[in-house]
């Protein structure tokens, strides 16, 4: 009793809010229409004016009413049979049992006797957008009232709301580019150098959009490109970072400002052409998709990268110098400031020693994370495709999407709805074998509005005595394979040789009128000659093109001829047969690859034995989401090998060292492992836009770990002294990489982060990917690479002169690791060592002769 008087306290909140009035089915201009509800189907019974005076007797007597008449309705017919002289007078009473069976209650609790759970109500709105504004007010409610609550809404306004939040939620991108720009301010402490490297982001974007749209004439541009921004603002914020960190390391060592850029500007221009080479090339490998969107993406991500590469490699160093010249303005007290400080060494300083200290442990952990990845993605749960016919545009807690996914199919009146919709629409698939045209795709790829033009095979010849025969053997054939489901009914045009032969047997003479239908009678013999056919064919098409539609359907299959043509007999262009298969259309990538897999094979077995008027056929059917889901696992498992070897040869011709490239490999391909065994066991299947993910994950993996592999490089190439080891060049490399690469990773992962809240499906996966992406990312590039250097890590990469200077330098820092190797605590240790981030960095001086 008290579920049904918060249930009906509850329906009272809902209709007394603000507009129900205006919107509402009205009985007269001032009363709406009630609402069909369990309480007011109770209330109605028992001859209560309102749910508000319903007694636990009422609910009773109706439960007894239920039970006595509940069993006469269980064949859920729309109109129920009230002639049933066995049915009692109080079960046909407003027709109350039938609509609470059929719309109100759980078809649960009516089959099986279960406890009621679910109910519907049915407000007097009209489904549309009108009824926009009182959603949105509900939804500032809450909708609860004791243990009863909303749990599911279905206004008809999913794709109206869609647009809304579309738009609405572009503010959360908004809020996380402040936040990235007050992140990168904190960092470099300037301004200005943050208003730069920002202009230079969005300078990136104008610049490829300019070179997509004018360069290279593509007119089609869809939403995922927006995505580029992601990968704008993770490169070119890192590759900024970087720079600035070299240039205050080297501002240390150097007054000289034209030495300064100098040395900044050939490490930072390594750094950034391999990072960006690689990067750039994992977005171009996926041009090799056969899918518009992931085209597109390709290219524009790809552009958007090569053109920050350009542009910061003179804007960034510009950028310093102008800054050089600028007056100081403190912001952030000096005291507030050096706690900053203080705290970021010591974090430095407690994850060097993690680094080092731990590093086999790290190894062995992600390791065993890649190890169990592959199971996962390949294994159980694994990668699956989509098989949803559905469109899901919000996440799964929304109530539009709850009513969808959940419960919808808990009510006899919506199962009723879908078994209906299901028989209409359970097509089987059609067996379509096409002669005379060529399968020849010359649409524009980059514009799915520009389809192309119809290309005519000339060798096609169905008027040859040979095609005939060979095309009547077809069918026959046809209709004796597994895959065959039998036509029932007078369909005539499925195979139009074999109706044109029947009717070809007609008399000579015409019994009514007496003309003679010569040449096209039972004189000719089949095979018949050429010009017989062509004529014949011609007059059997217009005879049949006139029979009713239920039983020709002359846009599918039969003969079609050329449309413009003076000659007084039409020639055939195309011929199609069609037929059944015996396979229902389903979402299930295996079935329809079974099915096309058969039907294409005995399909080319027999066309090798068609005449060469007849052998360039071929088949088709309803395979567009086959087809969809057959290039999204073939073209994203090519695009990910073909980044994979690119990312290996760009590190190999930088470094020149096999070794630490294999090394960088493996990282890279670790941490695109675990980051999409993440993004499986999170309950992703694999679409458009999770195809877009992966190849969004190969470009911003391959960023982080090229730059610790290319300053591991530098350190032997440029800065070591003889007999350097491989823990020296790990410092080296966390303590110029470490602070850049940490800040440019956590600033696109709050980017991520503030695209969760997003009632938009598309933009909180987007967000989800770029937190997952970030954390996996820096991790392995921070923890996992690092220890494979010191335990595998190529040395003496190449020699490097160095001056006095720099060697004393070298030598102290030798002495103070010597040091720390035999200090009691690895953490004093490295803070002798990087008391000051930049004391490893050596800049050459001019040696006196």
Same mark, same amino acid.
């Given at each position: 009793?008290?579920?049904i008087?918060?249930?009906?306290?509850l329906?009272?909140?809902?209709?007394?809010?603000a507009?129900?009035?205006?919107?509402?089915?009205?009985?007269t201009?001032?009363w709406?229409?009630r609402?069909w509800?369990?309480?007011?189907?109770?209330?109605m019974?028992?001859?209560?004016t309102?749910?508000?005076?319903?007694t636990e007797?009422?609910?009773?007597r109706t439960?007894?009413?239920f039970?006595?008449?509940?069993?006469?309705?269980?064949?859920?017919?729309?109109?129920p049979?009230?002639?049933?002289?066995e049915m009692?007078?109080?079960c046909?009473?407003?027709?109350?049992?039938?609509?609470?069976?059929?719309?109100i209650?759980?078809?649960?609790?009516?089959?099986?006797?279960?406890p009621l759970?679910n109910?519907?109500?049915f407000?007097?709105?009209a489904?549309g957008?009108?009824s926009?504004?009182?959603?949105?007010?509900?939804?500032?409610h809450e909708?609860e009232?004791g243990k009863?609550?909303?749990?599911a809404?279905d206004?008809?306004l999913?794709?109206?709301?869609f647009?809304?939040?579309?738009?609405k939620d572009?503010?959360?991108?908004f809020?996380g580019?402040?936040?990235?720009?007050?992140t990168m301010w904190?960092?470099t402490?300037s301004?200005?150098?943050?208003?730069?490297?920002?202009?230079a982001?969005g300078?990136?974007l104008?610049v490829?959009?300019?070179?997509?749209?004018?360069?290279?004439?593509?007119?089609?541009?869809?939403?995922?490109?927006?995505?580029?921004?992601?990968?704008a603002i993770?490169i070119?914020g890192?590759?900024?970072?970087?720079v600035?960190?070299?240039?205050?390391?080297?501002?240390?060592n150097?007054?000289?400002?034209k030495?300064?850029?100098?040395s900044?500007h050939?490490?930072?221009v390594?750094?950034?052409i391999?990072?960006?080479?690689?990067t750039?090339i994992?977005?171009y490998s996926?041009?090799?998709?056969k899918?518009?969107?992931?085209?597109?993406?390709?290219?524009?991500?790809?552009?958007?990268?090569?053109?920050?590469?350009f542009?910061?490699?003179?804007?960034?160093?510009?950028?310093l110098?102008?800054s050089?010249?600028?007056?100081?303005v403190r912001i952030?007290p000096?005291s507030?400031?050096?706690?900053v400080?203080?705290?970021?060494?010591?974090?430095?300083?407690?994850?060097?020693?993690?680094?080092?200290?731990?590093?086999?442990?790290?190894l062995?952990?992600?390791?065993?994370?890649a190890?169990?990845?592959?199971?996962v993605?390949f294994?159980?749960?694994?990668?699956?495709l989509?098989?949803?016919t559905?469109?899901?545009?919000?996440?799964?807690?929304?109530?539009?999407?709850q009513?969808d996914?959940?419960?919808k199919d808990?009510f006899?009146?919506?199962?009723?709805l879908?078994m209906e919709?299901w028989?209409?629409n359970?097509r089987r698939?059609?067996l379509?074998f096409?002669?005379?045209?060529?399968?020849e795709?010359?649409?524009?790829y980059?514009?799915?509005f520009r389809r192309?033009k119809?290309?005519?095979?000339?060798?096609?010849?169905l008027a040859?005595k040979?095609s005939?025969?060979?095309?009547?053997?077809?069918?026959?054939?046809l209709?004796?394979?597994?895959?065959?489901?039998p036509?029932?009914?007078?369909?005539v045009?499925?195979?139009f040789?074999?109706?044109?032969?029947?009717?070809m047997?007609?008399?000579?003479m015409?019994?009514?009128?007496?003309?003679?239908r010569?040449?096209?009678c039972?004189?000719?013999?089949?095979?018949?000659?050429?010009n017989?056919?062509?004529?014949c064919?011609?007059?059997?098409?217009?005879?049949?093109?006139n029979?009713p539609?239920n039983?020709?359907m002359?846009?599918?299959?039969?003969?079609?001829?050329?449309s413009k043509s003076?000659?007084k007999?039409?020639?055939?262009?195309?011929?199609?047969?069609?037929?059944d298969?015996?396979?229902?259309?389903?979402?299930?990538?295996?079935?329809?690859d079974?099915?096309y897999?058969?039907?294409?094979?005995?399909?080319r077995?027999?066309f090798d034995k068609a005449?060469a008027?007849?052998r360039?056929g071929?088949f088709?059917?309803?395979?567009?989401l086959?087809?969809l889901?057959k290039?999204?696992?073939?073209?994203?498992?090519?695009?990910?090998?073909?980044?994979?070897?690119?990312?290996?040869?760009?590190? =190999?011709? #930088? &470094?020149f060292?096999?070794?630490?490239?294999l %090394?960088?490999?493996?990282t890279?391909?670790f /941490?695109?492992?675990? $980051?999409?065994a993440v993004?499986?066991?999170m309950?992703?299947?694999?679409?458009?836009?999770?195809?877009?993910?992966?190849?969004?994950?190969?470009?911003l993996a391959?960023?982080f770990?090229?730059?610790?592999?290319?300053n591991?490089n530098?350190?032997f190439?440029r800065?070591?002294?003889?007999?350097s080891d491989?823990?020296?060049?790990?410092?080296?490399?966390?303590?110029?990489?470490?602070?850049p690469v940490s800040v440019a =990773?956590? #600033? &696109?992962?709050?980017?991520?982060?503030?695209? %969760?809240?997003?009632h938009?499906?598309?933009? /909180?996966?987007?967000? $989800?990917?770029?937190v997952?992406v970030?954390?996996?990312?820096?991790s392995?590039?921070t923890?996992f690479?690092?220890?494979?250097l010191?335990?595998l890590?190529?040395?003496?990469?190449?020699s490097s002169?160095?001056?006095?200077?720099?060697q004393?330098?070298?030598?102290a820092?030798?002495?103070?690791?010597?040091r720390?190797?035999?200090?009691?605590?690895a953490?004093?240790?490295?803070?002798?060592i990087?008391e000051?981030?930049?004391?490893?960095?050596?800049?050459?001086?001019?040696?006196?002769?």
């Amino acid at each position: 009793m008290q579920a049904i008087s918060d249930m009906c306290e509850l329906e009272h909140t809902l209709t007394s809010m603000a507009g129900y009035n205006m919107i509402c089915e009205q009985i007269t201009e001032a009363w709406c229409c009630r609402q069909w509800s369990l309480p007011n189907y109770i209330a109605m019974l028992n001859n209560k004016t309102s749910c508000r005076n319903i007694t636990e007797l009422d609910v009773n007597r109706t439960k007894k009413l239920f039970v006595i008449c509940h069993h006469y309705f269980l064949d859920l017919n729309h109109v129920p049979d009230f002639t049933n002289k066995e049915m009692p007078p109080e079960c046909m009473k407003h027709d109350a049992v039938h609509n609470m069976i059929h719309y109100i209650l759980d078809y649960e609790y009516v089959n099986q006797s279960l406890p009621l759970k679910n109910v519907m109500v049915f407000l007097p709105i009209a489904r549309g957008s009108s009824s926009l504004d009182f959603y949105y007010l509900m939804s500032e409610h809450e909708l609860e009232r004791g243990k009863i609550k909303v749990a599911a809404i279905d206004f008809g306004l999913k794709y109206t709301l869609f647009d809304e939040y579309l738009i609405k939620d572009t503010q959360l991108m908004f809020y996380g580019a402040i936040c990235v720009l007050l992140t990168m301010w904190m960092y470099t402490g300037s301004f200005f150098i943050t208003f730069m490297t920002v202009l230079a982001i969005g300078y990136s974007l104008g610049v490829s959009y300019f070179i997509y749209r004018l360069v290279f004439g593509f007119k089609f541009f869809p939403f995922m490109n927006m995505l580029a921004s992601v990968v704008a603002i993770g490169i070119g914020g890192d590759s900024c970072m970087i720079v600035h960190k070299l240039w205050m390391c080297a501002r240390e060592n150097e007054t000289n400002i034209k030495k300064v850029v100098r040395s900044v500007h050939g490490h930072s221009v390594m750094c950034m052409i391999a990072s960006s080479l690689t990067t750039c090339i994992a977005f171009y490998s996926s041009f090799i998709s056969k899918i518009t969107t992931i085209r597109c993406f390709s290219v524009f991500a790809g552009t958007s990268v090569v053109a920050n590469f350009f542009i910061l490699i003179l804007w960034a160093p510009a950028s310093l110098v102008i800054s050089e010249k600028l007056p100081s303005v403190r912001i952030i007290p000096a005291s507030i400031k050096s706690a900053v400080a203080s705290t970021s060494q010591t974090v430095r300083n407690t994850l060097f020693t993690l680094v080092l200290r731990f590093r086999y442990v790290w190894l062995l952990l992600f390791s065993s994370m890649a190890l169990i990845s592959i199971p996962v993605i390949f294994y159980y749960p694994r990668f699956r495709l989509s098989d949803s016919t559905d469109l899901q545009l919000f996440a799964s807690s929304h109530l539009f999407e709850q009513y969808d996914m959940v419960y919808k199919d808990r009510f006899h009146f919506e199962r009723i709805l879908k078994m209906e919709s299901w028989m209409e629409n359970q097509r089987r698939m059609p067996l379509r074998f096409v002669w005379g045209v060529v399968p020849e795709d010359n649409g524009d790829y980059m514009d799915p509005f520009r389809r192309g033009k119809l290309v005519l095979d000339n060798s096609f010849d169905l008027a040859s005595k040979d095609s005939q025969t060979w095309l009547l053997s077809f069918c026959i054939n046809l209709k004796m394979q597994p895959f065959y489901q039998p036509t029932f009914g007078p369909l005539v045009a499925n195979c139009f040789i074999e109706p044109f032969v029947a009717w070809m047997e007609q008399k000579c003479m015409d019994p009514i009128d007496h003309l003679t239908r010569e040449p096209c009678c039972e004189s000719a013999v089949f095979p018949y000659e050429r010009n017989v056919f062509s004529l014949c064919l011609a007059k059997a098409a217009i005879s049949l093109y006139n029979t009713p539609s239920n039983i020709i359907m002359p846009t599918i299959a039969g003969p079609k001829f050329l449309s413009k043509s003076k000659a007084k007999v039409p020639k055939v262009k195309a011929f199609i047969v069609e037929y059944d298969a015996n396979l229902t259309l389903t979402t299930s990538y295996t079935t329809m690859d079974n099915f096309y897999n058969e039907v294409e094979m005995w399909t080319r077995k027999e066309f090798d034995k068609a005449p060469a008027g007849m052998r360039n056929g071929w088949f088709i059917s309803d395979l567009g989401l086959y087809d969809l889901q057959k290039t999204l696992v073939k073209d994203t498992i090519t695009s990910l090998f073909i980044a994979m070897a690119a990312s290996f040869l760009v590190v =190999a011709f #930088t &470094t020149f060292n096999v070794t630490l490239s294999l %090394l960088a490999m493996i990282t890279i391909t670790f /941490t695109i492992l675990v $980051t999409v065994a993440v993004l499986v066991l999170m309950g992703w299947k694999l679409n458009i836009l999770e195809a877009v993910s992966v190849c969004l994950a190969i470009g911003l993996a391959v960023d982080f770990s090229m730059h610790y592999t290319i300053n591991y490089n530098l350190y032997f190439t440029r800065y070591a002294p003889e007999n350097s080891d491989r823990k020296s060049a790990v410092f080296y490399t966390l303590s110029i990489m470490t602070g850049p690469v940490s800040v440019a =990773a956590m #600033t &696109t992962l709050v980017s991520g982060a503030f695209m %969760l809240p997003s009632h938009v499906l598309a933009y /909180t996966q987007i967000g $989800t990917f770029l937190v997952v992406v970030m954390v996996v990312s820096w991790s392995f590039a921070t923890f996992f690479l690092p220890s494979l250097l010191c335990a595998l890590g190529p040395v003496n990469l190449g020699s490097s002169t160095v001056s006095s200077r720099e060697q004393h330098e070298l030598e102290a820092l030798s002495r103070s690791r010597r040091r720390a190797e035999h200090s009691p605590s690895a953490a004093s240790a490295t803070t002798i060592i990087h008391e000051e981030d930049c004391e490893i960095i050596l800049k050459p001086t001019p040696s006196t002769t």
